[in-house]
């Protein structure tokens, strides 16, 4: 059965949106019918350099040269190639426009407030990148941002990629092997960080960190020390720190000087989540990343001047590389740093009432969070100007849908979507053409193959399997850093399938054509032969008021795998036998007798990364009594610890 229609957007608001625009012009470009969203991303994928060149044009990419190839080796995955020929900067992409109009507007805590034009984020910019210039930095050149999310990361990037450097940045919770596991792999030669941080209305320095960071990153020449939680940081023991303001005293803001590069050249290296190893080094680069954030922003998300655009997230999270390009569609960004719940829970809506907020973006987890804490801001707040509320880092389940439009806003357009780090973008998101079905993703992103396979490597609908895209797209990696051959970069994505992105997400297409992400294909539990996604029991067991927070492993026992449930309660409560009943009754009730936990564990907390996503496989080795090899990658290693030698799994 058709899960239930929850929103839709009016006709008129349909025909005026940028993808009916964007398609309408299609047709008059290539001469084809696309009547609806389903018929345009077809045409998407089977003429895709028809697709990519149409983007160009109607996206106003700034450029020194186009040339003449779209494309080279398009059938090839890995090895496929976009727009070969042209010649790009990232930088002059972002800065279009130069003017009283605002740029970023940025909250702190309760602690630092600040708005910027465009006009002052231009000379910004161009002071910092004259003095990297005069320093030395180079196209190519590496450099590090040990950053909170705050005006003058995005600056900072914005001066490196304009020389044609390449930017990569960590949030100032990660501690230094977190640091180093990640910068030290890439050689940096500038390391820009911050003062210090504040989270949960407390002031944390990054000060006391940085010589042992630099003691083990060799290849860093300067460090740049931006103030943040004080006005005059003291950087005398920091090897070769000199504050920002410093650093730029004697620079005069003037027309930046735009360093061409190739489409195909190094722009982020962003890392894996690092919790079972040292942390992938994924390279990506300009030109594809610039036309894959376009199509989300322009037709997944409806983004234009007008909007003001937020997500919370931090610096060492893909969504800051996302959300940092809404300037190239010259919206404001509005960045926020700290905690989301304090002082309580109502921090990020006040936050969308006050700047005027478009599209509101989030985590699933924080949708959850609000609900089980019982926010209702339809009630507590306006939300009048947030037309868009995304949702991703995981699943979305249905109640979460329920919670958005029965407790958040009515009308709204709720966009839960689905991607990765590994291209730095979206499989699945939202679509302003199809309606908002209760606990589905609506569409597959323009230009993407986007399909699900059976093991055996063929597309199935309406079951689960592995989500994959089977036809090369201009953000695939360039490859990952210290891999000369290749071979880490193909096994990571496709080793499964050939010549098939093989993603690594157990998924499911429906009926009417959404999409359901059931967890982590290397995190599925196999029960009795079924895979069983790790998201099916949380949706059935987080539903229960007494239970906060939910994690499941598949445990090794008796020469077969049995299911273990972690549960975090409220507060008082313990898991006695009647909650467990419980527990079981709502699993087996809603799902089947396989997904029934073997068995059940009270913690107090559980792990997750610095991203907020729960580490299941981190557990699982915990569980057996394995070493989890790089704890730095969690933002609450500590609580690893309650998932040792239970004795409850010993028997």
């Not at 899960?3 to 008129?12: D, F, I, Q, R």
């Not at 320093?135 to 050149?141: H, I, P, V």
């Not at 795998?561 to 709502?586: M, P, S, Y």
């Not at 792990?607 to 729960?614: A, D, G, L, M, V």
């Amino acid at each position: 059965m058709a899960a239930p229609v929850l929103w839709e957007a009016s006709k008129e608001r349909k025909e005026s949106s940028n993808t009916w625009s964007f398609m309408k012009e299609a047709e008059r470009r290539h001469g084809v019918d696309l009547p609806d969203y389903d018929a345009f991303h077809r045409w998407s994928i089977e003429q895709p350099e028809a697709f990519w060149d149409t983007c160009w044009d109607l996206f106003d990419i700034r450029a020194s040269e186009k040339g003449e190839r779209l494309s080279e080796k398009i059938d090839r995955m890995p090895g496929a190639r976009f727009f070969p020929d042209a010649r790009i900067n990232w930088a002059e992409n972002l800065l279009r426009r130069r003017d009283d109009g605002l740029a970023i507007i940025f909250r702190g805590e309760d602690k630092a407030r600040s708005e910027m034009t465009w006009a002052e984020l231009y000379d910004a910019v161009s002071r910092l990148a004259q003095a990297l210039r005069a320093d030395g930095l180079q196209a190519g050149d590496r450099v590090a941002a040990y950053m909170p999310n705050i005006p003058e990361t995005v600056i900072a990037m914005l001066a490196v990629t304009s020389i044609g450097g390449v930017f990569t940045s960590a949030s100032p919770d990660f501690g230094i092997q977190g640091v180093l596991d990640r910068f030290g792999q890439v050689e940096p030669k500038v390391l820009i960080s911050a003062d210090g941080y504040y989270y949960n209305g407390k002031t944390h320095s990054s000060l006391d960190r940085l010589p042992a960071i630099m003691e083990g990153m060799p290849t860093v020449e300067r460090v740049i020390v931006v103030p943040y939680t004080n006005p005059s940081p003291d950087v005398s023991n920091i090897p070769k720190a000199v504050t920002l303001d410093a650093y730029v005293a004697d620079y005069t803001a003037g027309d930046i000087d735009f360093t061409p590069r190739g489409f195909n050249d190094p722009l982020y290296i962003v890392y894996s989540s690092g919790t079972t190893g040292v942390p992938k080094c994924i390279v990506h680069g300009i030109g594809g990343v610039l036309m894959k954030h376009l199509t989300e922003h322009r037709l997944m998300s409806e983004i234009s001047a007008d909007d003001r655009v937020f997500w919370f997230t931090t610096t060492g999270w893909m969504m800051w590389n996302w959300l940092v390009t809404a300037l190239a569609s010259e919206a404001t960004i509005v960045l926020y740093d700290g905690s989301p719940f304090y002082p309580d829970g109502n921090v990020l809506f006040d936050l969308a009432d006050e700047a005027g907020i478009t599209m509101f973006g989030n985590s699933a987890k924080f949708i959850d969070a609000c609900n089980k804490a019982g926010l209702e801001p339809a009630k507590t707040h306006s939300l009048a100007s947030v037309r868009t509320l995304g949702s991703t880092g995981s699943p979305l389940v249905p109640e979460g849908f329920d919670y958005v439009y029965g407790k958040v806003k009515q009308d709204l357009h709720l966009a839960s979507v689905s991607g990765g780090t590994d291209l730095l973008g979206c499989f699945f998101g939202g679509c302003i053409l199809k309606p908002v079905r209760r606990g589905e993703i609506q569409a597959k992103a323009p230009g993407m193959a986007t399909a699900i396979y059976s093991e055996d490597g063929q597309p199935v609908t309406g079951e689960k399997g592995e989500l994959v895209c089977d036809r090369s797209f201009p953000s695939m990696p360039i490859g990952f850093w210290n891999d000369p051959d290749g071979q880490r970069y193909h096994d990571a994505y496709y080793a499964k399938y050939p010549n098939v992105w093989c993603h690594g997400d157990w998924c499911e297409e429906t009926e009417d054509g959404g999409f359901v992400i059931y967890g982590r294909s290397d995190a599925t539990l196999n029960s009795g032969g079924v895979r069983i996604g790790t998201a099916e029991i949380y949706r059935q067991v987080e539903k229960l008021d007494q239970i906060v927070e939910s994690l499941v492993i598949g445990q090794e026992w008796d020469n077969d795998t049995r299911i273990v449930l972690f549960v975090v309660l409220r507060e008082g409560l313990q898991l006695d036998d009647e909650l467990q009943a419980a527990i079981r009754k709502q699993i087996r009730d809603n799902t089947t007798p396989r997904h029934v936990p073997a068995r059940m564990v009270q913690v107090p907390d559980i792990p997750r990364t610095k991203s907020n996503k729960i580490v299941e496989l981190a557990v699982r080795e915990v569980v057996h009594g394995r070493p989890v090899k790089n704890k730095e990658a969690l933002m609450n290693p500590e609580a690893l610890s309650h998932f040792e030698n239970r004795v409850e799994l010993s028997a």
